[in-house]
């Protein structure tokens, strides 16, 4: 389930069509909130995913914790319903203390400086903190360079970080193999993860429906 809106405005954001209705990030297209953004009720959210039959859902954007008020019931209908869910974000929102007893795990992303966005909007202290609070919770890095592994030390070190995962940066299948190479051997010695991006490799940057 992909939530519109976000408070961040990466410049290589591979999904600004959840929030760039001005044309700020790299692609330079002004996407139309009219076209992209789809009001539904809880029930009728819900009702969906649960249609789909999936033992998991991860919830993604734009940034989810953005209306996280709104997106708990719709996460406790499907944790009655058996399902398991993952929530994405960019780690800049307090979670509510409610989340604690729904069983979700958080993957966080928080971003470098090469996403443009300044240290004072991307770093939030206090959010980082009660992430990492929560029970599974892992930390994943978007890398476009070994370069940037230094800068993933410094937060991690900064905020006593751990489950970190780091995965390259690119919308082509070549460039998250070129990634993965370059990435590989420098953060194995860190001991930190190393993942792809499997939709990535099987369906480039194309759309899903
Ligand atoms: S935080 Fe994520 S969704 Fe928001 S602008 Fe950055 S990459 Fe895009």
Partial sequence: MRLGGCNLTC??????????WTGSSESGVAHQPSRELHPMTVEEVTERLLAYG???VVVSG???LSQQLRLLPVVENLRAGGVDVEIETNGTVVPAPQWAATGVRFN???KLAHSGVAKSRRI??????????????????????PDDLAEVEEVVRAHALDNVWIMPR???????ADGL?????PVGVRRWNLTGRLHVTVWGNQRGV
Avoid: H, M, N
């Avoid at 939030?124 to 892992?138: F, I």
């Avoid at 690119?170 to 998250?176: F, M």
């Avoid at 190479?181 to 051997?185: G, N, Q, T, V, W």
């Fill in 108 to 110: 966080v992303s928080p």
């Fill in 54 to 56: 999936t033992p998991l």
């Fill in 181 to 185: 190479r370059a990435l590989a051997d």
């Fill in 62 to 64: 734009g940034e989810p």
């Fill in 170 to 176: 690119g919308q082509s299948p070549e460039e998250i």
């Fill in 11 to 20: 410049t290589w954001c591979d999904t600004p069509y959840t929030w760039d």
């Fill in 124 to 145: 939030v202290p206090g959010a980082l903190t009660a992430l990492r609070a929560l029970p599974g919770t892992c930390f994943k890095f978007v890398c476009a360079a």
